[in-house]
């Protein structure tokens, strides 16, 4: 190659968690469009690859990861893995999330089940960015976007979904510390509500790719962007 030859930029390598189906299948697909290679990541692997070859059929973009989010051998495992194939992380979509229980109160809730939310939701999302960090840390443009909803939003909270609704507000707070913490580093930390979207989840509402272009929104902002914020859509969420 000549001396004065273009140095061409590394395709940039994005991991989003529970992505074998709804939001998260579709931001992987969103990234990949944009030229990033997708790591899919997936409790079930039948499922990943076949979410993964739906997306990408000749698996030159996106690959399928087995990753249980709430299970700390395999969140390591995954971390391993991508060390070794490709060396750092640029991306961080933290969308692996359960139980939205809908006929559950606070006064009388389940705490078992409040904790199994947990375990996934919140620290699920923190398993994952503790592992990738030091990967996460070799890219020119490291990012991580943690998927919440309004339902965490202490400003509109007023009873239901307590599992759920902790859990997310749990998240927030995580993707401030995050944020605080990691800002010398350069890594852009938010959260993202893909607003009401018909997924197994939410069960109708808009389309499931509006939903997840918020998310990939925050995943490739500028290095100028935001950083500890609660977005939908590119706009702020009341805390």
Known sequence: MSPHAPHTPPTPVALVTGANRGIGREVARQLAGLGHHV???????????????????????VRAVRLDVSDAASVTAMAERIARETGR?????????????????ARAADLAEVQQALDTNLFGAWRVTQALLPLLERSP??????????????????????????????????????????RAQRVLVNAVCPGWTDTDMGGGGRPVAEGAAGVVWAATLPDDGPTGGFFRDGKPVPW
């Open 39 to 61: 790591l899919l990541g997936s409790r079930d692997p039948r499922k990943g690859e076949q979410a993964a070859a739906a997306i990408d059929p000749g698996g030159e973009r």
């Open 89 to 105: 992380v640029d991306v961080v979509v933290n969308n692996a999330a359960i139980l939205y229980d809908s006929w559950a109160r």
């Open 141 to 182: 443009h490291p990012r991580v976007v943690n998927v919440s909803s309004e339902a965490g939003s202490l400003a509109s909270m007023s009873g239901g979904t307590p599992a759920y609704s902790v859990s997310k507000a749990a998240l927030n707070a995580l993707t401030r510390l995050l944020a605080g913490e990691l």
